[in-house]
Structures are given as C-alpha cells and as structure tokens.
C-alpha cells in the first residue's frame, strides 16, 4: 500500500482565499483524522471520521474551517477564508478498527503558509 | 481538558542511553503510543503500551504506570539518527481518538 497520501505537499496562499487540503486514508481504514501542527500549540487533533461519518469535530477551530468525507477513499479539509494564523502543517492520519495496537498512519502532511 | 507533558528538549551523546519522560491527566485511557518525528516529516509509530510494565522492541523501550499517569520511552545505544521529536500520545477510548504531547526534542550528538 502508498500509505496515507496528502495533497498538495506546500500551499503558500494569500489572505482571504480559499484553501483545500486534501487526504487519501490507506485502504481498508475505518477511522480518518485531520491534525494540525505547530511550533506554540503541537500536534492537534481537529476532527476524525468513522466509516466516512464526523465523529468529533471539537477541535476545529472556528467556522471557516470544515471537513468531509464523500467516500472511504477521499477526505478534503477546507479553510474559507484563509487567515495568517492558519499557517501550519496540516496531517491527515488514518487507521483500522480501534483497540489494541491498532495505531494511526499519518500521512506526509501538508504544509500551508497564508501570507 | 486534557494534559500530557514531556520535556521540551533533550541533549544525549552517540552510544548512550536516554529516557524521556510523559505524564498524563485524561478523561480516558485505552493505551499510551510513542511517535518519532524528524523534522519536517510526519510521526512514525514507536511503541505502544496498555498494561502497566516494559516492552521492549530493539533499541527502544517504554514503560508505562497506569495508576501513577506516567510512561517513559527508553533508548539505548543511541545513534545520530535518533535526533528527532518523540510524541507520547493517549488514547481516550475505544475509538482510536488519540492526544498528543507537544513532543520532546532529542538532540544526539558525537
């Protein structure tokens, strides 16, 4: 298997625009999770999907960010609009069932500078 | 809230041993994990530990304490290779909803 496969690997963006990360899970994953990354606030979990169904979007910052998972194969995350405190790395992770050394792959991560 | 702490950095030399330390205060627990992550790349899958006691893989060891909320991640024999970020992370609950430490930064150096 590729693993988790995240696209575009570097967004540099302005301002107000609109941005769309997006995230292929390792087939045969139950559960999708979108992470964001910094230097001030770590590794946080901002939602996470179960057999394509939101489960816990706690950790999504505000309105302008948003998740969805049309199919088992495809999750976007979407930021609209784009501000310069949203520059991050953002991870998209995936796993099996959950229990026991079931653990999360995380994909190559997507890193996004607003400008 | 919940709250997993590590140490911010480290320094250790080539060829000796290292332990990094990870407290945590969750709502749940259902398993502790230790990632690596070199910069610039994504975490990577250490260990996991859901009883308390040692495992041991390799070089690499974790011990976990579940009464005291308290793991740590052994290395032994260190290399420079193992100069990355090590995240200890909590599973909550039976979902594989997990949270992060923000990570502690090891440095090896010769």
């Known amino acids: 298997d590729a693993g988790v496969i995240q696209s575009p690997r570097h967004e540099v963006t302005e301002m107000g625009q609109e941005v769309t990360l997006r995230c292929k899970p390792i087939?045969?994953?139950?559960?999708l999770f979108w992470y964001r990354q910094t230097m001030m606030r770590g590794l946080e979990l901002l939602i996470y999907?179960?057999?394509?169904?939101?489960?816990?979007d706690s950790g999504m910052p505000e309105d302008r960010f948003s998740a969805k998972m049309p199919n088992a194969s495809f999750s976007t995350l979407k930021i609209q609009p784009s501000e310069p405190r949203d520059s991050a790395v953002y991870f998209c992770?995936?796993?099996?069932?959950?229990?026991?050394?079931?653990?999360?792959?995380f994909g190559p991560g997507t890193r996004l500078t607003v400008l | 809230g919940q709250n997993i702490d590590q140490p911010t950095e480290m320094t250790a030399t080539e060829g000796a041993i290292v332990q990094i330390n990870c407290t945590y205060q969750?709502?749940?627990?259902?398993?502790l994990f230790w990632y690596q992550q070199h910069a610039g790349e994504a975490p990577t899958f250490l260990s996991y530990?859901?009883?308390?006691g040692l495992e041991e893989k390799g070089r690499f060891s974790s011990f976990l304490s579940r009464s005291k909320g308290y793991s740590y991640l052994l290395l032994k024999e260190l290399q420079m290779k193992d100069s990355a970020s090590y995240l200890c992370?909590?599973?909550?609950?039976?979902?594989?909803?997990?949270?992060f430490g923000a990570g502690t930064r090891l440095t090896v150096k010769p």
């Open positions: 992770a995936s796993s099996l069932l959950a229990g026991g050394r079931d653990t999360q792959y």
């Open positions: 087939s045969g994953h139950d559960y």
């Open positions: 999907f179960n057999n394509n169904v939101p489960i816990d």
């Open positions: 969750t709502s749940g627990f259902n398993g």
């Open positions: 530990n859901v009883l308390d």
């Open positions: 992370a909590v599973r909550l609950y039976n979902n594989n909803d997990m949270r």
